[in-house]
Nanobody, 123 residues
Framework: QVQLVESGGGLVQAGDSLRLSCAASGRSFSRDSMAWFRQAPGKEREFVACIRWSSGTTYYAESVKGRFTLSRDNAKDTMYLEMNSLKPDDTAVYYC????????????????WGQGTQVTVSS
């Protein structure tokens, strides 16, 4: 069992920065990849970014590329998402996930999910 807990969300203005954290706890049989997804009101959950845990290789959705940076700290079992130049369209609940490295931009790739943290960006 793996528990993922997101934190760091909040209310910010457009252009501001925010750093999200995802802390993992419990026994994990494998952690090939971790990712961030987000879901805005009335919209489907969408891929934001992912990282291959062993190598640190990252991929980003086009909508956040160049603005968001994903990283991890192995010693702390924590993944981070640094969000810069935030836009109102970034408003969503952000979810942390852990899974394989088969289709890391797809929800079905992940078997563990956090509870989500709210990010609200005002104009």
């Amino acid at each position: 069992q793996v528990q993922l807990v997101e934190s760091g969300g909040g209310l910010v203005q457009a252009g501001d920065s925010l750093r999200l954290s995802c802390a993992a706890s419990g026994r994990s049989f494998s952690r090939d990849s971790m990712a961030w997804f987000r879901q805005a009101p009335g919209k489907e959950r969408e891929f934001v970014a992912c990282i291959r845990w062993s190598s640190g290789t990252t991929y980003y959705a086009e909508s956040v590329k160049g603005r968001f940076t994903l990283s991890r700290d192995n010693a702390k079992d924590t993944m981070y998402l640094e969000m810069n130049s935030l836009k109102p369209d970034d408003t969503a609940v952000y979810y942390c996930a852990s899974g394989s490295w088969l289709a890391p931009d797809k929800e079905k790739n992940y078997n563990y999910w956090g509870q989500g943290t709210q990010v609200t960006v005002s104009s």
